[in-house]
């Protein structure tokens, strides 16, 4: 590894660092024009070389790191500079949002480039880029959630939340530890989920944080009543109307209308 490393260009090698950012997956050689600021024909010319040198392998016309020792070397020794780390960060934000935008018919596109996202999320944690790790949490978690990648879901959550609490950004806990709560609901884990909402709604209230502490009050209700404790749902519903009125929320007659059902 060594030995072919000493013989690669400087440009070469700055192409393998970013490999060691990204998953063990192909991957188009626009990346490398987005994380480094190069043009395509010396994006090319980089990976090429690293190809002739059995660094590199061309799945389906795309590149992807020939084995997993070279891409473990990658991420420990030839670390990129923040400023690519935060070029992809925002590429794929800008990239997730999109293909959202478009739809369900776009979530393939997606479902090629998740381990990818998922990987320059951690790598924002490890490299201590705490609000684009969060920034990339936004941007992913609902599609995890529409297409049941619930596990995935709930470490792309837990980092963000890590991220959150070292940038001390308590909107973000707050906000995160609801969504933890969702996602735990949805796996079916419902104590789980209040334990996370329950966490949530204090920080909102010390933050004064009104949609937060009424978003946290109605999904608390939802999984008390998926326990079979109807009359706590109902009580967390009430103070969920009640702050959703105050702040005029569209999600004010949602909760009317759940009321209205469960008090038949």
């Not at 702050?243 to 004010?252: C, H, M």
Request: hydrophobic share 40%.
């Amino acid at each position: 590894m060594e030995h072919s490393l000493k013989q690669v260009s400087d440009p070469a090698r700055a192409c393998l660092g970013v490999t060691g950012i990204l998953a063990l997956q192909p991957f188009e050689a626009e990346i490398m024009d987005i994380a480094l600021e190069i043009s395509a024909d010396d994006a090319n010319r980089s990976l090429g070389e690293l190809v002739d040198f059995g660094l590199l392998i061309r799945p389906d016309n795309r590149y992807q790191i020939a084995h997993a020792l070279a891409h473990t070397y990658a991420r420990a020794w030839l670390t990129s500079p923040d400023s690519a780390l935060t070029r992809l960060a925002e590429y794929y934000e800008d990239f997730i949002r999109e293909q959202m935008q478009r739809g369900q018919t776009r979530y393939a596109l997606l479902d090629s480039q998740r381990d990818h996202i998922l990987a320059v999320q951690s790598a924002c944690n490890r490299a201590g880029l705490w609000e684009a790790a969060c920034t990339i949490t936004w941007a992913i978690e609902e599609y995890l959630d529409l297409q049941g990648h619930g596990t995935e879901r709930v470490a792309v959550v837990k980092a963000g939340l890590e991220a959150s609490r070292s940038d001390e950004a308590r909107y973000d806990e707050a906000s995160f530890l609801n969504l933890l709560g969702l996602a735990y609901a949805r796996l079916g884990e419902p104590r789980k989920a209040i334990e996370h909402y329950e966490q949530a709604l204090k920080i909102s209230r010390e933050i004064g944080y009104r949609r937060g502490e009424a978003n946290t009050h109605w999904n608390m209700s939802l999984a008390q009543d998926s326990l079979g404790k109807r009359s706590d749902a109902v009580g967390l519903a009430k103070e969920a109307l009640a702050i959703y009125e105050q702040i005029e929320s569209l999600y004010a007659e949602r909760v009317r209308q759940q009321l209205a059902e469960w008090q038949q």
